[in-house]
């Protein structure tokens, strides 16, 4: 759950440019002369030949505290547990890093750019964790070809915290796509792009009970089995940004195909009439800004960011359901023309806002707060059956506040401290397991937590 600092190297900015402007005009077939500078801060040449190139990332150390209430696993406030104690440490530390190379050419066709990133992590055992690749793309043009930040995402309007933990409201999906970027004069863009629909594997809720006393699902009382089908479409993605001396802003959407199917009684796929498949368009919109307050600071700026999501869950996905995208009932075997699988989907909105104040050039705070709604009819109701008669539905807040002290350049300590509660609609125990997806009114349902971390980065 690595995120970019804000800054990072990977936004999209400047160009290596060739010593000589007519290698950018010359035949194909002609030889070109190398690079002797490159006009980008950081970048090298590669002596005898046409390449710009700087090797970045930071190292970092991450020392932790939550209450027993919030699993340090999670690192979200969704996962706060009401009236439960999780089995895990609460304190601990852990140390991270992030490596990239950005390389630059100037061709005949124009920049040609290629960045990899990478992250490592330690996992406690002697030679720390894996290394996890984290965007590796080529830009070819207004052509971004590889794995890199959602389309979708807008990080200007992400706040500033501590690694150990995603801010409700937030996202950092990271996507395979093909993306094209158009520039439309006066700070506006657009991009549109084709990304991996399969991101963190989205999968079905199965719906428990009937839709009425008489119906019969699969044979059985309770319906079949739901799994994933075969889907082989992108989703569409799309962003419309504009940039000024104000700061920034930008509008999102995307669609993402949901493809079901029911196993019957454990076959695959149902031999049923109608085939027992079922698919619906989820979509998502997400509104962002950055605005600089001189008023308050000369480097101060306030953020705001507001997502909604409709069977597209991935795209506000720091929450209790995660990627679920499609709510699922069971479809009917005896009428195969009532047969939708399709109960519902799942609907998410969420806003957080953040400041951001400078007290010195070394000393500045954050703070901020998220609000979260997630709801999904988890149940097809029932009025024979009171626990199947409700819907499943969690409210998220969180409030945040840290301190960033750089005694020298390129060195940050923070102080961050949060506190999270969540708020489930009458869920509770089973069993004495902790089950939201059972209703009980006379369960806790209700729950806030403190988490503080100590972030040390160190950039090159």
Known sequence: ???????????????????????????????????????????????????????????????????????????????????????????????????????????EYGTVRAFIEGELTDNDSR???????????????????????????????????????????????????????????????????????????????????????????????????????????????????????????????????????????????APVPGNQTDSEIGWALLGGAMVKTPATGEYDYFTLKGIYTNGATQYNEDNFLYTANGVWGACNRLVPAAGDCIVDTVTTWSVLASHTHFWTDRVYTTIGAGYQNVTAPVSAFNPFVATLASDFEMDTYEIFGNISWRPVAQTTFMLDVHYGHVDFNGAGTAGGVFNPFVIDPLADDSQGAFLVALDIRRSF
Request: with cysteine; proline share 5%.
């Open 1 to 107: 759950m690595m995120k970019r600092i804000l800054g990072t190297a990977i936004a999209i900015s400047a160009t290596c440019v060739s010593a000589n402007a007519a290698d950018m005009i010359m035949d194909v077939k002609a030889p070109r002369e190398p690079v002797y500078r490159c006009d980008i801060t950081g970048f090298i040449e590669l002596p005898g030949t046409d390449v710009c190139f700087k090797i970045g990332g930071y190292a970092g150390l991450e020392v932790y505290a939550f209450e027993d209430q919030w699993p340090p696993s999670v690192g979200a406030a969704y996962g706060i547990i009401p009236d439960g104690h999780v089995l895990e440490n609460t304190m601990g530390m852990y140390a991270f890093t992030h490596v990239n190379f950005d390389v630059r050419t100037a061709t």
């Open 127 to 269: 030679t720390g964790g894996s290394f996890g690749l984290r965007h590796a793309f080529i830009q070819f043009g207004n052509w971004t070809l590889g794995k890199t930040w959602s389309t979708f995402l807008h990080l200007d309007s992400s706040p500033i915290y501590s690694d150990v933990v995603t801010v409700t409201g937030d996202n950092y999906m990271r996507r395979n796509q093909i993306r094209y970027t158009q520039t439309l004069g006066n700070g506006w863009s657009m991009a549109v792009a084709v990304e991996d629909q399969s991101y963190a594997y989205p999968y079905s809720l199965l719906a428990t009970g009937t839709l009425g006393p008489v119906t019969t699902f699969c044979g059985v009382p309770n319906g079949c089995s739901v799994v994933n089908d075969r889907n082989d479409t992108p989703d569409v993605v799309a962003n419309l940004r504009v940039d000024g001396d104000w700061g920034n802003a930008q509008l999102s959407g995307a669609l993402h195909n949901n493809k079901f199917r029911d196993v019957f009684l454990g076959a695959a796929p």
